[in-house]
Antibody
């Protein structure tokens, strides 16, 4: 079955760190750009990071310098290391498979079920 | 960043109805638009890309149209499993951005 299973969320204090994981199955993981997208409760979706099939990372300004995306193709796994967490980072984090478009960015054709990150003292 | 605005934010409809959701981009995005469906506690599901191309396995009751700044998602003959929140997303430029969502509820 083609699927993404994200995990690693939890409660962390402001300034703390957390590492999310995403296990991919049913497709050739190494061929795809992979992403993290988050959703604040009751709000919309925000793209958080991407890593190309070749390993190049991409971030929005809101997380640049605090979050690090990585992948381990041999394990069909995607990771997100989150440091210096803030209350505003509280959200459900989704792993997503991206389809790159020449001249554009990506759309997302496969999503995980999400893992909840809560940043609170 | 390109801003995506959906309307309405929510709507009530009956089983069998036809509903249309609108998504507007703050600048032209050609046809680089995708639509997703999300149900509570579930992974978002990709419905449409390139404004009007259905993802594999998505029933033809879903259709998308538009280009430039104005796009629509239409659902024919609404069924109980279609009650969900729908999001648009532009991928014309970096970073990819999403609409705020339209919640389709049962009347």
């Amino acid at each position: 079955e083609v699927q993404l299973v994200d995990s690693g969320g939890g409660l962390v204090q402001p300034g703390g760190s957390l590492r999310l994981s995403c296990a991919a199955s049913g497709f050739t993981f190494s061929n795809y750009d992979m992403h993290w997208v988050r959703q604040v409760s009751g709000k919309g979706l925000e793209w958080v990071s991407a890593i190309g099939s070749g390993g190049d990372p991409y971030y929005p300004d809101s997380v640049k310098g605090r979050f690090t995306i990585s992948r381990e193709n041999a394990k069909n796994s995607l990771y997100l290391q989150m440091n210096s967490l803030r209350a505003g980072d509280t959200a459900v984090y989704y792993c997503a498979r991206g389809v790159a478009v020449l001249g554009g960015s990506w759309y997302f054709d496969l999503w995980g079920r999400g893992t909840l990150v809560s940043v609170s003292s | 960043d390109i801003q995506m605005t959906q309307s309405p934010s929510s709507l009530s409809a009956s089983v069998g109805d036809r509903v249309t959701i609108t998504c507007r981009a703050s600048q032209g995005i050609s046809n680089f638009l995708a639509w997703f469906q999300q149900k509570p506690g579930k992974a978002p599901k990709s419905l449409i890309y390139a404004a009007s191309t259905l993802q594999g396995g998505v029933p033809s009751k879903f259709s998308g149209s538009g280009s430039g700044t104005h796009f629509t998602l239409t659902i024919r003959s609404l069924q109980p499993e279609d009650f969900a929140t729908y999001y648009c997303q532009q991928y014309d430029s970096f970073p990819p951005t999403f609409g705020q969502g339209t919640k389709v509820e049962i009347k």
